[in-house]
């Protein structure tokens, strides 16, 4: 994509596109905060919690590199660090040093952790039926999924050297 140099003038929005982006920045903020408030209410953690149990729990003996679960949940590795912490303190995660580096470590999810994303699981998924999938007509959730797709796969670049969270 190119960014407009300081002699070119910009791309401005149409005004379709202010209204559809203005909608889906309004759309996101407000799922997002449904989504955060129902794991806060039910389950005593934020989202992002939960969403590190679910990929923790998909993976080999529930345990990641924390590189590697920094890339799959999109956040850079001192917010991880931060929520890992957190996520010990509760007893839900563990982490342990890496046997082949000195410097590694892995997140392992813990019974308990495993038991609360049990629990925890029906109302979230409950909340983003709600929130999401029962207002839009099937074609219109795989319209969805194709966009964000297009989106995801061309805001992730594959050359060495990205900007991308899970690398700061």
């Known amino acids: ?52 149990l679910v990929v923790l729990s998909g993976a080999p003996q529930r345990r990641l590199r924390m590189t590697e679960l920094a890339m799959h949940t999109k956040i850079t590795r001192s917010r991880l660090s931060h929520a890992i ?11 342990e040093d890496c046997p082949s580096d000195k410097r590694g470590q892995f997140a392992v999810l813990t019974e308990g952790g495993f038991e609360t994303l049990e629990k925890s699981a029906p109302g979230h998924v409950a909340a983003v039926r709600q929130a999401l999938f029962d207002r839009l007509s099937p074609e219109q959730q795989k319209a969805l999924g194709e966009i964000m797709g297009i989106i995801a796969e061309g805001l992730q670049p594959k050359e060495a050297g990205a900007d991308l969270p899970w690398l700061r």
């Open 1 to 52: 994509m190119k960014t407009p140099s300081a002699a070119e003038e910009p791309r401005w929005l149409t005004e379709e596109e202010q209204r559809i982006w203005l909608s889906y920045i309004h759309g996101t903020t407000l799922l997002d905060d449904h989504l955060d408030r129902q794991l806060q209410r039910d389950a005593g953690m934020p989202h992002l919690y939960y969403h590190l």
């Open 85 to 95: 912490a957190r996520l010990e303190k509760n007893g839900w995660v563990r982490r």
